[in-house]
Nanobody
């Protein structure tokens, strides 16, 4: 069973950057898809990005395309989320989650394709990202 620990959150001004890390233990990254989710107060948890450990295939939420980049270092068992051009709307608790398989669980929702958080059984504790104006 994989365990996940996020780090790298903090307070940043609008337009700034942060890099989140998700360190995994108890498993090998190449057998998992790692998703990044976020949840703002009063809002549903939403999938931001996902990377497939075996192939490196990625998924991004439409609103973060071109600003966020997900990457992985399988040797270090760490997945990164580089977040640039941060906006106030990006303020949330960010979680990483793992799905054992060679795809990112997603499906049609709200006019697009979105990750399905309920299909990720393993979650980290979350890290707060706050973007100020």
């Amino acid at each position: 069973q994989v365990q996940l620990v996020e780090s790298g959150g903090g307070l940043v001004q609008s337009g700034g950057s942060l890099r989140l890390s998700c360190a995994a233990s108890g498993g090998t990254l190449d057998t998992y898809a790692i998703g990044w989710f976020r949840q703002a107060p009063g809002k549903e948890r939403e999938g931001v990005s996902c990377i497939i450990g075996s192939s490196g295939g990625t998924y991004y939420l439409e609103s973060v395309k071109g600003r966020f980049t997900v990457s992985r270092d399988n040797a270090k068992k760490t997945v990164y989320l580089q977040m640039n051009s941060l906006q106030r709307e990006d303020t949330a608790v960010y979680y990483c989650a793992a799905f054992e398989g060679s795809f990112c669980p997603a499906g049609p929702s709200r006019g697009g394709v979105r990750l399905r958080p309920g299909e990720f059984p393993y979650w980290g504790q979350g890290t707060q990202v706050t973007v100020s104006s």
